[in-house]
């Protein structure tokens, strides 16, 4: 009994008959019977050719299995093309070698094998295994450059990837009928490019939006919030925070310098659009001297009515953040009343001269408390943040028609300037005049205090006119 049974099939193929080898190992099956086979005695004429049948059998399908096999060009163990002829594969890998003597690309053809394999794929050969093989080694590959300003910034595969990259970076800021171009002058260059720098079109989307980080610091200036910078800046106050960890948004401190590093992309894209918006025309304001009122009072005549308009604008903007806006055309859709005041020319009848009927401060310090409706009730004057004990002294010239404690005032200071206009200090600590006693302009009357109705030390000043009060703001 022979160790495999082999069936011989003859097929007609391009390049005449083929033999096709179906074997079926039947070792394991049969060796009881090899073993009796050759323990009984025979004729050596037999055993001679059982011999020799089995050896061509063995080589046949040694021959077949060899014929399934392919020639593979291996770099390690990583399969670059299945070849025909082996010896032509080598042929090309020592002419590869030749043309880099040196470097990266030599000691990688120095480790490439050529030999059998199982694995599937196209068979190439000539100058296509050629460029099979150059590509696996070469550092270098032909593909295309972003130049920003002649600058190379960017390795694509090709021109195509590279115009598709631009196409999309355009694309993320267009709207409407709008144009977009770009802020600097950007070009495509086909050339030789490292292998290991080329981009994906998403990788280099990503890398031109980044940029580099620019770099700014903002000295905090007396009256600054943080909203207002991160207005000037382009930046959101959330930004702002996150830049500058530690800082306390609601408490600024002048002179302190706070980071606006923000990205700085590699491509910026200019867009112009038309945009066209209905605005609110505010009343213009039309004054009337009107001598019968007090210089500083104001009387509204007309309280004037607001228009509309509508305004086309060409609106420029830098990687969606608008930089400038020009007016194309403006067209009135209603027109706007005027709003008529009436402006007192009269002056203090005691403050005639240099002064020109204006009051002078009364102490150092700043109003805390404004002059109007406060809880229900008209607040009368202005009152001044000062400390116990500053002097205060006469706003204008005229006489003393009381000083003592008057109510709620405390301890209080009135003086008239004349036509039925009177000034009041309250709440002082102190009183430096009398009644009767004739005053000039910045004349030291007393010191401020917290007497009668106060929770703190602060000046109360009072300006009534026939005795009515009116505004002291009015009047400085």
Known sequence: MPFFRVHLNIIQGEGGNCFIIEKTNLLSKNINQFIKFVKEPKEPVAIIGVAFYTIFLLSLISAAYAGN???????????????SDPAEARDIISQLIEEHPRGEAAALLGRIQVKKTSQAGPVVKGDALRVALNDTVASQVRGAQILVDGKAVLAMRGRAEAE??????????????????????????????EKISVMSVETALDAVKGGTQKIALYEIKDGDT?????????????????????????????????????PNPMISVKTV??????????????????????????????????????VTYEVTSINGMESDRQVLEENIVEKAEPKVVATGTRVLLASRGSSGGRLSWPTVGSVISPFGRRGGRLHA?????????????????????????????????????????VTRYGHLSSIAVSSGQKVGRGQFIGRVGATGNTTGPHLHLEVRVNGQARNPMSFF
């Open 381 to 421: 004057g202005v009152d001044i943040n000062a400390r116990s004990g500053v002097a205060v002294s006469a706003a204008q010239a005229g006489t003393v028609i009381r000083a003592g404690w008057y109510s709620g005032y405390g301890k209080c200071v009135d003086i008239s300037h004349g036509d039925g206009i």
């Open 273 to 310: 659009t038309a945009k066209t918006a209905t605005e609110i025309i505010s009343p213009p304001v039309e004054e009337k001297k009107d001598s019968s009122l007090y210089l500083g009072e104001k009387k509204i005549l007309a309280g004037g009515k607001s228009g509309k308009k509508e």
């Open 69 to 83: 096999m392919k020639w593979g060009v291996y770099s390690g163990s990583q399969l670059i093309s299945v070849v």
């Open 226 to 262: 943080l909203w207002d910078i991160a207005t000037a800046s382009g930046l959101s106050v959330e930004q702002i925070v996150a830049l500058n960890p530690g800082m306390n948004p609601d408490r600024l401190q002048l002179g302190e310098s706070i980071s606006l590093s923000r």
């Open 164 to 193: 598709n990259l631009l196409s999309a970076l355009k694309a993320q800021y267009e709207a409407g009928e709008g144009s977009a171009s770009f802020v600097e002058n950007v070009e495509i260059a086909e050339t030789m490019i």
